[in-house]
């Protein structure tokens, strides 16, 4: 298992794909992100059939809500019920304004909830702050043999 703090980001704009990167890079994160662009996707990586290799699981993931086939909120969810990934940190990243998704998104076990900033060098102070903190001041929770 890789010791390496990696990032997933589950997330199906490019766009938003592209600017995450490059707010990533201009902010000096230099940790490897693995990218998915579903719901359905994010669960099959993060949680493979029994007997099947699991992944090095990341340090932290980014988490869009609107995803297409399985929507972030249920990605989330099956995440908590599932001993391999019920502590692994959830960041949802997301345009959403609803005070909706903000709610049910802690009620089902997000460790935190930030609004994509529009503005880019917002965004890139957004993606150096996600970095500095889950990938460099939190300390994550051992992981299970």
Wanted: glycine letters at 4%; hydrophobic letters at 45%; charged letters at 25%.
């Amino acid at each position: 298992m890789s010791t390496e703090a990696s990032i997933l980001l589950v997330e199906d704009n490019p766009d938003d794909v592209l600017l995450t990167l490059r707010a990533f890079k201009k902010a000096h994160v230099a940790n490897s992100v693995h990218v998915v662009s579903d719901g359905e996707e994010a669960l099959a990586y993060l949680l493979p059939p029994a007997g099947t290799e699991p992944p090095d699981l990341p340090a932290v993931i980014l988490l869009d809500l609107n995803l297409p086939k399985i929507d972030g909120l249920t990605v989330l969810r099956r995440l908590r019920a599932d001993e391999r990934t019920r502590r692994l940190p959830v960041v949802v990243l997301t345009s959403s304004l609803e005070e909706s998704d903000l709610l049910r998104s802690y009620d089902l076990g997000a460790n935190s909830f930030v609004r994509k900033p529009v503005d880019f060098d917002k965004f890139v102070e957004a993606a150096r702050q996600l970095g500095l903190y889950w990938l460099m001041l939190n300390e994550r929770p051992p992981t299970t043999p």
